[in-house]
């Protein structure tokens, strides 16, 4: 009778694991490319993402408050509680947002009140001002 041995620190050989790190080069190979390629598409992407969080704790304050933020207050009552202008019945502890996102150029997002109840959130695109087309064009919460 011949006896089996069990290995005890049961593990992956050499080769497994040479072979699981080929995998992944040839994977990053691929997929790096693609993703470095549209740098602008995602700067873009991530822009109407943060519009759209802005845009719920808006719609939130709203609720509570029976109004938007004045154009004065700002992005910045979604953060603090407002010391000027109409104030909030009901503000959270802690606000609304934990910070104001800037957008994927490392500038501020722009808040307009236009009436009590129609706001615009934007970013004014990768060169900074209104107008433009491609990825200098404004992305805005109304399109």
Same mark, same amino acid.
């Given at each position: ?6 290995? &005890? *620190?049961?593990? %992956? ?10 995998? @992944?080069?040839? /994977?990053?190979? @691929?997929?790096?490319? #693609?993703?470095? +390629? #549209?740098?602008?598409?995602? #700067?873009?992407?991530? =822009?109407?993402?943060?519009? !759209? =969080?802005?845009?719920? =704790? @808006?719609? /939130? ?16 009552? /979604?953060? $603090? &509680? ?7 019945? #009901?503000?959270? +502890?802690?606000?609304?947002? *934990? !910070? ?11 808040? @307009?009140? +236009?009436?009590?109840? +129609? %706001? ?9 001002? $209104?107008?433009?087309?491609?990825? *200098?064009? $404004? ?5």
């Amino acid at each position: 009778m011949k006896k089996h041995r069990c290995r &005890k *620190n049961a593990g %992956f050989t050499l080769v497994e694991v040479m072979v699981v790190i080929a995998i @992944l080069g040839i /994977l990053g190979a @691929l997929v790096i490319p #693609r993703v470095m +390629d #549209r740098p602008d598409e995602a #700067r873009l992407v991530k =822009a109407q993402s943060d519009i !759209q =969080a802005i845009e719920s =704790a @808006l719609n /939130l304050y709203r609720l509570d408050n029976g109004v938007y933020p004045t154009t004065e207050q700002g992005l910045a009552a /979604l953060v $603090e &509680k407002p010391t000027r202008g109409p104030m909030p019945r #009901r503000y959270p +502890d802690g606000g609304y947002l *934990n !910070q104001i996102p800037e957008d994927p150029w490392g500038r501020p997002y722009v808040y @307009l009140r +236009d009436s009590p109840g +129609d %706001f615009e959130v934007l970013s004014l695109g990768a060169d900074g001002r $209104e107008g433009g087309e491609g990825i *200098n064009a $404004e992305i805005s919460s109304r399109n």
